[in-house]
T-cell receptor, first 119, second 111 residues
């Protein structure tokens, strides 16, 4: 199946700094990418939907100025956590939708996730 | 709002045991239902899906049937293997194209 990568896999940063997480679709073009956050023993929470070349759509309660999303190409979306604080520590997962002919329109491929720890 | 509830883990089974992981959902309209699996250190992978009532999704010996009358999509496997050890997520895709995930159930299969 299609492969989605994330980088870095884990990052530790100091409070107040910004952290960028990359999500790449390696063998397909993803016009839509999704960013999720996973809390311990909780389900995945959709943060935002990112469409290539346009502004991201954020879910209610997600601060768009804190979680900056850029989807400049069909294979790359980035999530930047600005002025990170300890409460931003979490597991961030991206996914991408594959629009190749013959693929199910509603199948999403997930990245391996990025563990962010803010000290 | 739409939601998915799945049984809490962790679940520990002996090899060749029967597996059931319960999943129920709340949604308006007719959602599609999914089971995803996350192996250690990897991303979520689609295990199986069903797009309408009474459909049965199956893959790698796992099965789940879309039961609209009970709003359920329980995952079953007749004989688990050590390699099935992973976290399993039930999910729905609603008519607005939004995914909702359960909390995940960790399965450990011991030899």
């Amino acid at each position: 199946g299609a492969v989605v990568s994330q980088h870095p896999s884990r990052v530790i940063c100091k409070s107040g700094t910004s952290v960028k997480i990359e999500c790449r679709s390696l063998d397909f073009q993803a016009t839509t990418m999704f960013w999720y956050r996973q809390f311990p023993k909780k389900s995945l929470m959709l943060m935002a939907t990112s469409n290539e070349g346009s502004k991201a759509t954020y879910e209610q309660g997600v601060e768009k100025d804190k979680f900056l999303i850029n989807h400049a190409s069909l294979t790359l979306s980035t999530l930047t956590v600005t002025s990170a604080h300890p409460e931003d520590s979490s597991f961030y997962i991206c996914s991408a939708r594959d629009f190749r002919v013959g693929r199910s329109y509603n199948e999403q491929f997930f990245g391996p996730g990025t563990r962010l720890t803010v000290l | 709002g739409d939601s998915v509830t799945q049984m809490e883990g962790p679940v520990t089974l002996s090899e060749e045991a029967f597996l059931t992981i319960n999943c129920t959902y709340t949604a308006t309209g007719y959602p599609s239902l999914f089971w995803y699996v996350q192996y250690p250190g990897e991303g979520l992978q689609l295990l199986l899906k069903a797009t309408k009532a009474d459909d049965k999704g199956s893959n790698k010996g796992f099965e789940a049937t879309y039961r609209k009358e009970t709003t359920s999509f329980h995952l079953e496997k007749g004989s688990v293997q050590v390699s099935d050890s992973a976290v399993y997520f039930c999910a729905l895709l609603n008519t607005g194209n939004q995914f909702y995930f359960g909390t995940g159930t960790s399965l450990t299969v011991i030899p």
